[in-house]
């Protein structure tokens, strides 16, 4: 526990030295917005094309700076992180309930597997019970000679479907059993596939990647509350940072803009941002509950799989840039299981931050894109995920009061 001490005052250093330079740059960007809305308030109608001309600009902006962050975190994520061990040593964790959705592959089996092996009791929320059901058994297997009992079941959802979602929930809570940690791992990157909507009619990228894992965030509060303090932890991407969104066009039905699959994941990966940081400001600080995304840098995961293949073969000429699963499992095992990260979260609740906590891919914090600090986008996207979720939008609050709610998913096979 020295060594974890030592670490929390290090880390807390750094930590609050990078909060007042994140205050400094966004009070600063808050002062300068007013001035220009100062200005604006007080020209003419005539300047409304100009003002439109500098949003435009300042959106380019923001989408080369992220591509320059995306490439730079893919040059230099090895040196960033290599004051971390692999695979990463966890904190006592025998008392944590941890659900690991997306974990039969990639990063979210290495996330299941070490927290499993650490002492948590693991439910790995997946699609395939008997790809998990034989990973169990393996693991089992492995741990039984170094003496080490497994405590792991495999629950079913899709997030394809948001009944299947909302069933989910109903089954957990019907438990009344205490949920510690609820890790929001799978995701989808359909890279150069055509436009493809589920059968509840939204947009596969945003509908897996934010829209379910929202769902299941919220259904999911009754538990969270029973084992506070808890932790959401939604599994997020650098490439958040050449996203936007709309969020009267969440669906990219309209032909504002052209759709990409490229568009659709990092578009969703925002959404995310937004959605958490919102939650995060809704829950108050005594129902113990903290929001953080993490990314886990660049990583050869199953997604390669689905990837052209000439793009598969630039993958394999540079593994030194690129992060297998499990050195992509750290950054998610740190934000679930580290102790200073609840003082983390209640150190940027106290200071009324912008966002949520948001954890690098070499465990440090770090500031999401300035367009996940847009505010009224985030409060729009919050309503609408509300909205296209079917549930009501107090939400939060009932749950916190105990209340029940009832969202219109998942209701016929009630």
Request: glycine share 6%.
């Amino acid at each position: 526990m020295e060594r974890w001490a030592s670490f929390d005052q290090a880390w807390f250093t750094r930590l609050r030295l990078r909060i007042s330079y994140f205050r400094l740059a966004f009070d600063s960007q808050e002062d300068t917005h007013k001035n220009i809305e100062t200005k604006t308030t007080s020209s003419s109608s005539s300047t409304e094309p100009l003002k439109k001309k500098k949003k435009e600009c300042l959106g380019w902006i923001e989408w080369f700076r992220g591509w320059f962050n995306l490439i730079y975190e893919f040059l230099f994520q090895r040196i960033m992180a290599s004051h971390l061990e692999n695979p990463m040593p966890l904190p006592p964790i025998n008392d944590l309930t941890c659900i690991v959705t997306g974990s039969t592959s990639g990063i979210g089996l290495e996330i299941a597997r070490q927290l499993a092996q650490s002492g948590a009791h693991v439910v790995m929320a997946v699609r395939n019970a008997k790809v998990a059901t034989e990973l169990i058994q393996k693991w089992q297997i492995e741990s039984a000679g170094l003496g080490i009992a497994l405590n792991v079941e495999v629950m079913v959802v899709d997030l394809l479907s948001l009944d299947s979602v909302a069933r989910f929930a109903e089954a957990w809570n019907a438990r009344a059993a205490p949920l510690h940690v609820l890790i929001n791992n799978a995701g989808i990157f359909s890279i150069g596939e055509p436009q493809k909507f589920s059968k509840d009619g939204y947009e596969e990228h945003m509908q897996v990647n934010h829209l379910a894992p929202a769902m299941l965030s919220i259904l999911l509060l009754p538990s969270l509350i029973r084992g506070s303090p808890s932790r959401i932890v939604n599994l997020n991407s650098i490439m958040h940072h050449i996203g936007f969104v709309d969020a009267e066009d969440m669906n990219a039905t309209s032909g504002k803009r052209k759709f990409s699959s490229l568009s659709g994941y990092s578009n969703s990966k925002l959404a995310q941002v937004m959605f958490s940081s919102v939650l995060f400001k809704r829950l108050p600080a005594e129902a113990g509950i903290s929001v953080l995304c993490v990314s886990p840098g660049i990583v050869q995961t199953n997604v390669a799989r689905d990837l052209p293949k000439y793009v598969q073969t630039g993958y394999h000429l540079i593994p030194y840039f690129i992060f297998n699963a499990q050195e992509g499992s750290r950054s998610t095992l740190f934000a679930a299981s580290d102790p200073q990260i609840t003082e983390y979260c209640e150190l940027l609740k106290s200071d009324e931050w912008p966002v949520c906590a948001y954890i690098s891919h070499d465990c440090r914090p770090t500031n999401p894109s300035e367009e996940a600090h847009n505010l009224q986008t985030s409060y729009e996207v919050w309503d609408k995920t509300l909205e296209m979720t079917g549930l009501p939008s107090d939400s939060v609050e009932r749950f916190l009061e105990g209340e029940e709610v009832k969202c219109r998913y998942g209701q016929e096979q009630q």
